[in-house]
Protein backbone atom coordinates (compact mmCIF):
# COMPACT_ATOMS: atom_id res chain seq x y z
CA UNK A 1 0.00 0.00 0.00
CA UNK A 2 2.98 2.39 0.87
CA UNK A 3 4.90 1.32 -2.42
CA UNK A 4 1.46 2.40 -4.71
CA UNK A 5 0.84 5.74 -2.21
CA UNK A 6 4.62 6.67 -3.17
CA UNK A 7 4.05 5.63 -6.84
CA UNK A 8 0.86 7.83 -6.88
CA UNK A 9 2.53 10.96 -5.30
CA UNK A 10 5.31 10.82 -7.89
CA UNK A 11 3.09 10.44 -10.43
CA UNK A 12 1.12 13.04 -9.50
CA UNK A 13 4.61 15.50 -9.17
CA UNK A 14 5.29 14.41 -12.51
CA UNK A 15 1.79 15.85 -13.56
CA UNK A 16 2.38 18.87 -11.93
CA UNK A 17 5.60 19.75 -13.41
CA UNK A 18 4.29 18.78 -16.93
CA UNK A 19 0.88 21.15 -16.12
CA UNK A 20 3.51 23.76 -14.95
CA UNK A 21 5.57 23.08 -18.29
CA UNK A 22 2.83 23.47 -20.61
CA UNK A 23 1.51 26.62 -18.92
CA UNK A 24 4.98 28.50 -19.28
CA UNK A 25 5.11 26.92 -22.25
CA UNK A 26 1.69 28.81 -23.20
CA UNK A 27 2.37 32.47 -21.66
CA UNK A 28 5.88 31.88 -23.53
CA UNK A 29 4.32 31.05 -27.34
CA UNK A 30 1.48 33.74 -26.36
CA UNK A 31 4.09 36.37 -26.09
CA UNK A 32 5.80 35.46 -29.04
CA UNK A 33 2.13 35.18 -30.80
CA UNK A 34 1.85 39.16 -29.40
CA UNK A 35 4.94 40.66 -30.24
CA UNK A 36 4.48 39.13 -33.96
CA UNK A 37 7.53 36.44 -33.42
CA UNK A 38 5.26 33.82 -34.63
CA UNK A 39 1.87 33.65 -36.43
CA UNK A 40 -1.41 31.49 -35.34
CA UNK A 41 -1.33 27.70 -36.59
CA UNK A 42 2.84 27.39 -36.10
CA UNK A 43 2.82 26.05 -32.90
CA UNK A 44 1.60 22.47 -33.87
CA UNK A 45 3.58 19.83 -32.85
CA UNK A 46 5.80 18.56 -35.81
CA UNK A 47 9.29 16.47 -37.32
CA UNK A 48 10.35 19.45 -38.48
CA UNK A 49 8.34 22.54 -36.65
CA UNK A 50 7.25 25.28 -38.79
CA UNK A 51 9.04 29.08 -38.32
CA UNK A 52 9.01 30.35 -34.97
CA UNK A 53 7.91 27.19 -33.27
CA UNK A 54 9.14 25.78 -30.30
CA UNK A 55 8.37 22.11 -29.62
CA UNK A 56 9.02 20.62 -26.10
CA UNK A 57 9.22 17.07 -25.27
CA UNK A 58 10.04 15.37 -21.56
CA UNK A 59 11.88 12.43 -22.20
CA UNK A 60 12.27 11.50 -18.23
CA UNK A 61 12.26 12.63 -15.13
CA UNK A 62 12.82 11.88 -11.52
CA UNK A 63 13.33 12.58 -7.74
CA UNK A 64 17.02 11.34 -7.03
CA UNK A 65 17.99 9.99 -3.68
CA UNK A 66 20.89 11.78 -3.78
CA UNK A 67 19.56 15.09 -4.05
CA UNK A 68 16.25 15.09 -1.69
CA UNK A 69 13.94 17.26 -2.72
CA UNK A 70 15.29 18.33 -6.04
CA UNK A 71 13.61 16.89 -9.45
CA UNK A 72 16.17 15.96 -12.37
CA UNK A 73 14.58 16.00 -15.78
CA UNK A 74 15.58 15.43 -19.40
CA UNK A 75 13.81 17.35 -22.20
CA UNK A 76 14.39 17.38 -26.02
CA UNK A 77 13.37 20.72 -27.26
CA UNK A 78 13.20 21.91 -31.26
CA UNK A 79 13.44 25.24 -32.21
CA UNK A 80 11.82 25.55 -35.69
CA UNK A 81 14.42 28.53 -37.64
CA UNK A 82 13.66 31.72 -36.09
CA UNK A 83 12.06 30.76 -32.90
CA UNK A 84 13.26 32.23 -29.61
CA UNK A 85 12.67 32.23 -25.93
CA UNK A 86 12.75 35.50 -24.15
CA UNK A 87 14.59 36.51 -21.61
CA UNK A 88 13.83 34.22 -18.78
CA UNK A 89 14.94 32.68 -15.90
CA UNK A 90 15.96 29.50 -14.42
CA UNK A 91 16.12 27.85 -11.04
CA UNK A 92 18.78 25.56 -10.79
CA UNK A 93 21.74 23.84 -12.47
CA UNK A 94 21.41 22.59 -16.33
CA UNK A 95 23.50 21.51 -18.58
CA UNK A 96 22.35 22.42 -22.60
CA UNK A 97 23.81 20.26 -25.17
CA UNK A 98 23.11 20.75 -28.78
CA UNK A 99 22.26 18.08 -30.88
CA UNK A 100 21.90 19.54 -34.35
CA UNK A 101 21.55 23.49 -35.36
CA UNK A 102 23.01 26.89 -34.45
CA UNK A 103 22.45 28.34 -31.34
CA UNK A 104 22.41 31.83 -30.56
CA UNK A 105 23.07 32.25 -26.79
CA UNK A 106 23.04 35.29 -24.16
CA UNK A 107 23.87 35.06 -20.98
CA UNK A 108 21.81 37.38 -18.82
CA UNK A 109 22.51 36.13 -15.08
CA UNK A 110 24.58 33.24 -13.04
CA UNK A 111 27.63 31.60 -14.22
CA UNK A 112 27.44 29.41 -17.43
CA UNK A 113 29.92 27.29 -18.77
CA UNK A 114 31.17 27.11 -22.32
CA UNK A 115 32.23 23.61 -23.89
CA UNK A 116 33.06 23.19 -27.62
CA UNK A 117 32.00 20.14 -29.43
CA UNK A 118 34.41 17.22 -27.44
CA UNK A 119 35.49 19.23 -25.15
CA UNK A 120 33.75 17.51 -22.65
CA UNK A 121 35.15 13.94 -23.59
CA UNK A 122 38.41 14.60 -20.97
CA UNK A 123 38.16 14.92 -17.21
CA UNK A 124 40.11 17.91 -17.01
CA UNK A 125 37.95 19.85 -19.78
CA UNK A 126 37.28 22.97 -18.31
CA UNK A 127 34.35 25.43 -19.70
CA UNK A 128 35.40 28.94 -20.89
CA UNK A 129 33.11 31.25 -18.43
CA UNK A 130 30.63 33.61 -20.30
CA UNK A 131 30.76 36.96 -19.58
CA UNK A 132 26.87 38.34 -19.13
CA UNK A 133 25.52 40.02 -22.43
CA UNK A 134 27.81 38.49 -24.45
CA UNK A 135 26.14 36.75 -27.77
CA UNK A 136 27.88 33.34 -28.65
CA UNK A 137 26.72 30.65 -31.19
CA UNK A 138 26.74 26.89 -30.51
CA UNK A 139 26.69 24.26 -32.81
CA UNK A 140 26.13 20.64 -32.78
CA UNK A 141 28.23 19.12 -30.22
CA UNK A 142 28.88 22.26 -28.13
CA UNK A 143 27.35 22.73 -24.53
CA UNK A 144 26.39 24.82 -21.71
CA UNK A 145 27.07 23.91 -18.19
CA UNK A 146 24.83 26.25 -15.19
CA UNK A 147 26.50 25.30 -11.72
CA UNK A 148 23.12 27.49 -9.85
CA UNK A 149 20.08 29.31 -11.06
CA UNK A 150 20.50 31.79 -14.48
CA UNK A 151 18.69 33.42 -17.02
CA UNK A 152 19.70 33.67 -20.05
CA UNK A 153 17.75 33.94 -23.76
CA UNK A 154 18.14 31.79 -26.79
CA UNK A 155 17.58 32.12 -30.43
CA UNK A 156 17.60 29.88 -33.57
CA UNK A 157 20.34 31.15 -35.28
CA UNK A 158 20.16 29.04 -38.26
CA UNK A 159 18.15 28.36 -41.50
CA UNK A 160 16.57 24.53 -40.72
CA UNK A 161 15.73 23.03 -36.84
CA UNK A 162 17.28 23.41 -33.90
CA UNK A 163 17.42 20.71 -31.51
CA UNK A 164 18.75 20.84 -27.82
CA UNK A 165 19.09 17.93 -25.22
CA UNK A 166 18.42 19.81 -21.57
CA UNK A 167 19.09 18.44 -18.38
CA UNK A 168 17.89 19.72 -15.19
CA UNK A 169 18.37 19.78 -11.44
CA UNK A 170 16.11 21.82 -9.60
CA UNK A 171 13.98 22.45 -6.46
CA UNK A 172 11.38 19.89 -6.12
CA UNK A 173 8.19 22.52 -7.86
CA UNK A 174 10.09 24.83 -9.28
CA UNK A 175 8.98 26.09 -12.25
CA UNK A 176 11.69 25.31 -15.41
CA UNK A 177 11.62 28.78 -16.46
CA UNK A 178 10.45 32.10 -15.54
CA UNK A 179 9.90 35.12 -17.99
CA UNK A 180 11.70 38.14 -17.11
CA UNK A 181 9.37 40.89 -16.96
CA UNK A 182 10.75 43.82 -19.33
CA UNK A 183 9.50 46.99 -18.75
CA UNK A 184 6.76 48.88 -21.24
CA UNK A 185 7.57 52.71 -21.96
Known amino acids: VATAAAGQAQEDI ?42 PELLGHGLPNAAP ?6 YRVTFGAGAMVPPHTHPGASVVYVDSGALLFTSLEGEVYLFRAGAMAT ?25 DEHGDVAFNAGDGP ?11 GEPVLTLIATPTP
Not at 69 to 74: A, I
Open 69 to 74: GFDLSL
Open 14 to 55: AMRRLSLLVAVLVVVLAGLLATGRITPGTIAQEATPAAGALV
Open 162 to 172: LVLLLANLYTE
Open 123 to 147: PEAEGELLAHDTEVTLTAGDSLFFP
